[in-house]
């Protein structure tokens, strides 16, 4: 009986969101945006794929470039996807672009975080490490 009564509080009261209410004032990452970033991004001669997922309150891009683009080059690609996210998201959202190559390069991967409210990327890299 007792095991019972540990078991409901411990494992029944777990029930609701995983992530609390960390989201419940969270501004919607609407897909017209996404696709508009997706769309800009793929337009740039150089970029090969861009891939999108959310995670709790991180935006993940991950970018595969060709294999002779400079690392300048690439990381401006970061200021287009907060341009099109906006004030709003991007004062909620922290935001991280993955920066990848199929071939081998000093500069790939590439990894940018914007922290929620920063003006600016945080950028790391295999050839700088």
Known sequence: M??????????TSNRGNIHGDRLNDAPV????IVSQIKSDLQGVSFVRT?????NVRIINFIIAVDTDTRLED???LADTITEKLGATLTSFYDVQ???????????????????????NFSWSNRGEQ
């Open 2 to 11: 007792l095991f019972f009564a540990i078991f409901g509080v411990f494992v």
């Open 29 to 32: 990452v609407e897909e017209h």
């Open 50 to 54: 861009v891939d999108f997922s959310l």
């Open 74 to 76: 690439a990381r401006e």
């Open 97 to 119: 672009v993955f920066l990848i190559t199929d071939g081998e390069s000093s500069d790939f991967p590439a990894v940018g975080y914007l922290f929620k409210n920063s003006n």
